[in-house]
């Protein structure tokens, strides 16, 4: 149940050049390349994604909301997060 600046500052650590912060989606690795801590309130489960906005997906963390913003299936394209989550509640793993 990490705090949403936890998160943020592990996927600002991670990024480019490193290998990348990452997570488990339906038993896909998901890497996060991009995010920020969301303002707002945070209803559900931590690691549960929320309706995609224009900015990216938020998704409920430990104490709030941390948007991500880019992602990339391991072997896939780089693509904005609202594209690859869509309406759907995606549950991210702890992993």
């Known amino acids: 149940k990490a705090s949403a600046r936890r998160i943020h500052n592990l996927v600002r650590a991670l ?10 989606l339906g038993g896909k690795k ?3 390349w991009k ?4 303002t ?5 489960s931590p ?7 224009a900015e990216g997906v938020p ?6 909301l941390y948007v991500v913003e ?13 594209d690859v989550l869509t309406a759907r509640t995606h549950v991210f793993s702890n992993s």
Not at 15 to 24: H, I, L, Q, S, Y
């Open 59 to 64: 998704v409920v963390t430990g104490d709030g």
């Open 35 to 38: 995010g920020h801590v969301g």
């Open 30 to 32: 998901l890497f996060v």
């Open 70 to 82: 880019e992602v990339q299936w391991e072997h896939g394209a780089l693509s904005p997060a609202r």
């Open 15 to 24: 990024t480019r050049p490193c290998p990348g912060a990452f997570t488990f």
């Open 47 to 53: 690691g549960q994604a929320l309706r995609p906005a």
């Open 40 to 44: 707002g309130q945070a209803e559900g």
